[in-house]
């Protein structure tokens, strides 16, 4: 949430800060940059620590970089507290996958992780439109101190209520961090599953942190509905997970990530063509996104399931080193598209380019899995 919901404010924290709109852009891609870096270290150390304890100190994290960005006298601060609240917010992400995964069989991780995303989606569907009304009644700080308050209530029913999930394998240390690592970045299998599910998924962070200015600056639509609009694309992904966890009972995983990732590239290949023929506007905007992120909303879940089974005594590493992957991409993705003049169109180039090479690292994934037996 705490990404989204700042989306419709970025604007109005721009002309509070006197920065530029391509320098406040920059809170999107270092929070993006914080979830991929924080969450190599939370799976592996929650492999040897427990899930518990390291939810707990992310948590305590999130918390207190929220109100540090909610008092920011300027953009360096502001920076810097997102970049300690994203530290914080990654331990949610890495760790409520391994806990899925600790608790369920490999054969019905695809619809419990789907089940799981959707509920998380829940509230990036919301957010941008409650974040959009906080800033226009109460300024964009307020968005930030409702995200601390949300964390620290967070914080104290995870130590109130969540029991230890996993036997820690109290190994510490570098070495045993990197040759985890190693030993998954060699499978072809692993790194197929995580970049080409990274590159499916998060290619749209650069679309969302474009909304308010397409939205605004070329579509010329009040800011108010910038929430709304950014809501709803949001909310497809939500469908793509309904999707997947109802059709992960008859369809294999392999295939759901095909289908899902062919209709979100399909969908971007027709909103450039649109932007191109000058024909852009609001609802074939929202309709084609609505697509392309059900499309990723169905690849999600079946991708993770997908890489964090390829080894199960490294569940925490995988779904750490798979969501440092979706987050570093989302960060780059984002980054490419705020070089360009045309937000529109910059964004949806990389989304075409970024779904497309998802294509082919599924592919290798694919045929890696099906070579795995006949190799053994």
């Known amino acids: 949430m705490a990404m989204h919901m700042f989306v419709p404010a970025l604007p109005a924290a721009a002309r509070g800060l006197g920065t530029t709109a391509g320098e406040m852009q920059m809170a999107i891609s ?44 300027g953009l360096r601060t502001l920076l810097a507290a997102r970049l300690v609240q994203a530290l914080g917010g990654c331990a949610g992400l890495a760790l409520g996958r391994a806990i899925v995964r600790d608790t369920t069989h490999a054969d019905s991780a695809v619809r419990q992780l789907a089940l799981l995303n959707l509920m998380i989606l829940i509230g990036p569907g919301l957010a941008p439109m409650v974040g959009g009304a906080l800033s226009a009644s109460f300024g964009w700080r307020s968005i930030f101190l409702l995200l601390a308050v949300g964390g620290a209530i967070t914080l104290w029913f995870t130590w109130r209520l969540l029991p230890e999930t996993w036997a820690p394998s109290g190994r510490l240390g570098v070495k045993p961090l990197l040759r985890d690592y190693r030993e998954l970045l060699s499978s072809p299998r692993f790194t197929g599953f995580a970049l080409g599910g990274g590159s499916a998924t998060t290619c749209v962070y650069a679309f969302l942190a474009a909304v308010p200015f397409i939205f605004v600056n070329e579509l010329h639509q009040p800011v108010q509905l910038v929430g709304l609009y950014a809501g709803l694309m949001v909310l497809g992904m939500a469908v793509g997970n309904a999707l997947t966890s109802r059709l992960s009972r008859t369809i294999p995983a392999g295939r759901l990530v095909r289908i899902g ?9 027709v909103l450039l063509a649109i932007v191109l023929l000058g024909r852009l506007d609001v609802m074939n905007t929202i309709g084609v996104m609505l697509f392309f992120t059900c ?44 070089l360009g003049h045309d937000p529109a169109l910059s964004a949806l180039t990389v989304m075409v380019t970024a779904t497309a090479l998802s294509q082919v690292a599924f592919t290798v994934a694919l045929r890696s899995e099906r070579l795995a037996p006949a190799a053994a």
């Open 30 to 73: 270092i929070y993006i940059t914080g979830l991929a870096l924080g969450q190599l270290f939370y799976g592996p150390l929650s492999d040897a620590l427990g899930r518990r304890p390291m939810l707990i100190v992310g948590l305590s994290l999130y918390a207190v970089g929220s109100v540090a960005a909610g008092v920011a006298p």
């Open 261 to 269: 990732n062919t209709l979100s590239l399909a969908a971007a290949i």
């Open 295 to 338: 499309g990723s909303g169905m690849t999600s879940p079946a991708a993770l399931a997908k890489a964090i089974s390829v080894e199960p005594r490294l569940v925490g590493a995988a779904a750490g080193l798979y969501g440092c992957a979706q987050m570093g991409i989302g960060a780059i993705c984002t980054a490419l598209a705020a």
